[in-house]
């Protein structure tokens, strides 16, 4: 008895950690999609959509959804800015060092580092830009401990 309530208390775990990490070749699948297609790839493992914003003249809409939100935090982020007129840009955030250098070894394998000077931007420590065939792809490390994000979107 004792050894079914501790797998199934693995399991458990196992599966909701998983939800919450999204991949490289997921990040790409992603970028592909319109938003009601994330909607029904994400909220059937585990997120849930928290707001929606419609786009303007001025501004992309954005349509975020977290993984296991409380408190006004999540354990990881996805957003997705989009408009009629431009392509969408998909920004995943979360909290893990080794998901995150996993992530940065797909994308620095076989593309260009963009160079020159990064303007800042608030709460982000670092980033860097890689081209990779027709993506750019933007690694961010924040100024919060162990936080991490990855955007996706297309060259200009």
Partial sequence: MKQFLLSS????????????????KQLLKLREMDKPEIA????????IKMSDDAPTDQMMGKAVWAYTPSGGGALAWCILYYNTTSPSRILYNFQDAAKFNKISRKVTKRSERQPGPQPALENVET???YLKGEYVFRLFVYTQPNYYGVKLFLQD
């Fill in 40 to 47: 029904n790839y994400l909220q059937p493992r585990g997120w």
């Fill in 127 to 129: 980033y860097s830009d």
């Fill in 9 to 24: 208390l693995f399991l458990t775990f196992s599966l909701l950690s998983q939800g919450q990490t999204l991949t490289y």
